[in-house]
């Protein structure tokens, strides 16, 4: 089965960001104006299989991205959350950090 991240051309056309180690796209189904996934260039369906090159990068990207999308969304906090396996809700098999901007009051 082909991942639904690697090598997917609609992703490669939303991309804000990409490193040699992580990439950030919006997702196709938001939550709230703003939600954005964080995930390894590599393929990997886990956390614990990144390696620490890419944890750092990863968090990195979410601190970074936090703070444009205070400029930009006017968050007040954000929602930051991963599933890990099917029974938890992971439905993409490539591990990512959904990024939420939140404000008081949003829907979602």
């Not at 919006?26 to 990997?44: A, E, F, K, S």
């Not at 299989?49 to 906090?77: H, I």
Request: glycine share 8%; net charge neutral; aromatic share 8%.
């Amino acid at each position: 089965m082909q991942c639904e991240f690697c090598g997917n051309k609609e992703i490669e056309k939303r991309l804000v960001y990409k490193d040699n180690y992580v990439m950030a796209f919006p997702t196709n189904i938001p939550i709230v104006p703003g939600h954005i996934l964080l995930c390894p260039v590599r393929h990997v369906t886990t956390i614990d299989e990144t390696t620490q090159e890419e944890r750092e990068a990863l968090f990195n990207l979410q601190s970074k991205l936090k703070k444009a999308m205070k400029s930009a969304f006017g968050a007040e906090g954000f929602n930051n959350a991963w599933n890990e396996g099917e029974s938890a809700g992971q439905h993409v098999g490539h591990f990512h950090l959904h990024l939420l901007p939140r404000k008081k009051g949003d829907s979602g």
